[in-house]
């Protein structure tokens, strides 16, 4: 029998389990202090919801298939698609609607480092009336994560569609729909290619050379927010309004991580105004740890032209690649030992007191020596070692061991569960 799973596929063994655990934890605290109602959409959706964000191309990169009564179905590969379809269907939500949800997602995609094909996200969007505060809040939310979870040295850059597009238009002189869409492509390259392979790209798809260096300088803008604007005010642009409102709302909210990035334009078929995404500084490797932005279409496609909407997303797997390991140490796991057969139920009954109040415990299932058990509370990272022997049962207390000083001392059960809790 091959033990081994399809591609793409890994089983979640404990240390990233527990990492990603830190990361879903950090999510819902954040998730519960903005004021975001949890849900899951379902995992399982009529194919034509899923066409509805990418159109029938996006067959070839989801798991799509026929169920047993021959209809076309696929698993989700976001959250963002399932909410919006549950908001359009609820006319009677009071709008503006925050909604939060985290579980799996299944993309079809080429493994690699910090992506696989079965993953894990989390999702925050804003569905209501047209609202730069919206924008601002999911970015917020978004930084809050990460800050929950030590992760200081990053960047949110962000950037606006309708900025790159105007200047497109009224600065090069281009206004063909898919001439448009397709320069737009060429800063979404920026990253990954260097100024003259895009310019002999893009001259060889039929744009002059000016205007292609043109617009690379455009989409070299980046830095301080205040900067960025001045930068870009030169050039007469009416839509950095908005970018110029959403720096005003970030600085008060005290985010001081903000890069404005002209050449972040994400999704150019799927978003359609301010767009953002955050990188790890330390990890440049994972890419972004999460991103979003407007998408007022997507509601529109589902009937609901009255609905804006705007979002962050992360996935789980790069961020919990990102955090340090929860060693059992940092969690105060506890081992209850005991030296012999005579004590071995009193150990039992000191291991359900402190599980009962919520500390963590290791026992022995099977006899061993004392020194036995201490060195398996060692190899475990314990933090403590409860010792039940015949002069802790005659004394009605437990010698408590740290197991990083190697001090013993001898505690009622009482006094030791308040010390292991920090009390």
Request: aromatic content about 6%; charged content about 30%.
């Amino acid at each position: 029998m091959d033990l081994s799973v399809p591609r793409g596929i890994d089983d979640i063994e404990p240390d990233r389990f527990a990492r990603q655990a830190r990361v879903e934890s950090a999510f819902e605290s954040v998730a519960g202090t903005y004021n975001f109602q949890l849900m899951e959409p379902a995992s399982l959706e009529h194919l034509s919801v899923l066409r509805a964000k990418s159109g029938e191309g996006i067959d070839q990169e989801i798991y799509a298939f026929k169920d047993k009564a021959d209809r076309d179905v696929g698993l989700r590969f976001d959250m963002t698609v399932g909410i919006t379809r549950y908001v359009c269907s609820r006319k009677d939500l009071r709008l503006p609607a925050k909604l939060a949800a985290s579980g799996g997602i299944w993309r079809y995609d080429e493994p690699q480092y910090g992506r696989y094909r079965w993953s894990h996200q989390w999702d925050l969007e804003v569905f209501g009336p047209p609202s730069v505060e919206a924008d601002a809040e999911v970015i917020d939310a978004g930084a809050a994560i990460l800050r929950k979870l030590g992760l200081t040295n990053t960047t949110i850059k962000v950037g606006d569609r309708r900025v790159v597009e105007e200047f497109i238009r009224a600065k090069l002189g281009i206004s063909e729909g898919g001439r448009v869409v397709e320069l737009m492509r060429a800063l979404d390259k920026v990253e990954k290619k260097s100024p003259s392979d895009l310019r002999k790209e893009y001259m060889e798809k039929g744009f002059g050379g000016d205007k292609v260096d043109r617009l690379l300088e455009f989409g070299g803008l980046r830095g301080r927010p205040d900067e960025v604007l001045s930068r870009a005010a030169e050039n007469h642009l009416e839509s950095v309004k908005e970018l110029t409102l959403l720096a005003d709302m970030l600085d008060a909210r005290n985010l001081r991580n903000v890069e404005y990035n002209m050449s972040i334009v994400r999704g150019i078929d799927y978003y359609t105004g301010i767009v953002f995404e955050a990188s790890d500084n330390a990890n440049p490797r994972l890419g972004s740890l999460f991103g979003g932005g407007r998408y007022d279409a997507l509601p529109k496609i589902f009937g609901r032209p009255d609905l804006s909407a705007t979002g962050a997303a992360g996935g789980i797997e790069r961020m919990a690649m990102s955090v340090e390991p929860d060693d059992a140490s940092r969690r105060g796991l506890a081992y209850v030992a005991s030296p012999g057969p005579a004590t071995s139920k009193d150990a039992l009954r000191v291991a359900s007191a402190l599980r009962e109040r919520g500390l963590a415990c290791e026992v022995s299932l099977q006899p061993r020596s004392l020194s036995k058990q201490m060195e398996d509370a060692s190899k475990l990272g314990a933090a403590w070692t409860v010792i039940v022997g015949e002069k802790e049962v005659k004394a009605k207390a437990v010698t408590l061991r740290d197991m990083r000083s190697r001090k013993e001392e001898l505690l009622s059960l009482e006094d030791a569960m308040g010390r292991m809790a920090g009390l």
